[in-house]
């Protein structure tokens, strides 16, 4: 990398998002999709969550006011963690095509998701914009696997920590398969277990969910509409 090059990199953001900010001063409602990628996701799963995350995004942009105040960021793990999608706000969201392979790199995910966070919340601060709680909402059908028991453990550690703070909302769905007794010893709210592969009323829930919070008054406590497609 040329000498400079990042910090050029940065100010361009840094720019951006001051732009972004004065043309659109609303308060932000942060979401991060936590999503499990691994091999065992094959077939008939990722594409019923391909299909969920298109689902998601046409719902959540028929609500005026959430197209401008919500914003979702989209994080795969697997045998890598990528960041497929960076912060936007709803009305300019476009779903990747989500691949499956490998293992699954969930502690190494959680960090990924939690550093997102604190990013945005720290450029909503510097540019004066208010926000709600962030979400971060995790799919997966199993469980650490592949990497360092250590890095599990500093996630979950990092999840009771956030949670205790009011820093972040941590919620995590098992798809068929998963660990449901080793994700409740990773995330500190009851993880729920969806029924069959029904992603599409999930995702509904989501952006409804989203939209509730994002018509509400920072800080303010609402009722989320109950997870029909869910069970503890």
Known sequence: MYPGRSTVISESMRLEDAVEFAENPEPRCPCVLLLDTSASMQGVAIDALNAGLNTFQQDLSRDELAR?????????????????????????????????????????????????????KAEYRNNGIVYYRPWVFMITDGEPQGEAERIAESAAQRIRHEEANKQVAFFAVGVEGANMERLSMIVERTPLKLKGLDFREMFIWLSASMQTISHSKVDEQVALPPPGWGAV
Request: net charge negative; proline share 4%; charged share 20%.
């Open 68 to 120: 401008k105040r919500v914003e979702v960021a989209i994080i795969s793990f697997d045998n890598q963690v990528k960041i497929l999608q960076d912060f936007v706000t709803a009305d300019q969201f476009e779903p990747p095509l989500l691949v499956a392979q490998g293992q699954t790199y969930m502690g190494t995910a959680i960090n990924q998701a939690l550093d997102l966070v604190a990013a945005r």
